[in-house]
């Protein structure tokens, strides 16, 4: 099988998951950072799905893609503004 067709999908992926891990930390959530830390130290030693779930961020729901697009919504909003004013 040729994963290169698939492989689009990793910066998707990786954006959400990003945004998303961003948005726990930045919460201020009790754990979020010793959450984010062990997502850091966990490195290749689960399934990355797993990992990010042990951090808060469940790449198995819609989630994490959802606030990706609320995040660029709020970006093309912002730049509308800058534009026209």
């Known amino acids: 099988m040729d994963f290169r067709n698939y492989y ?37 030693s689960d399934y990355p799905v797993e990992v990010l779930k042990k951090a808060g961020v469940d790449l198995t729901t819609p989630e994490p893609v959802e606030q990706a697009f609320a995040a660029l919504e709020a970006m093309i909003n912002r730049l509308e503004k800058l534009i026209i004013g």
């Open 8 to 44: 689009v999908f990793q910066y998707a992926t990786g954006i959400s998951a990003a945004l998303a891990l961003a948005n726990w930390v930045l919460t201020g959530a009790a754990s979020a950072a010793q959450d984010y830390l062990g997502f850091l130290s966990a490195g290749s």
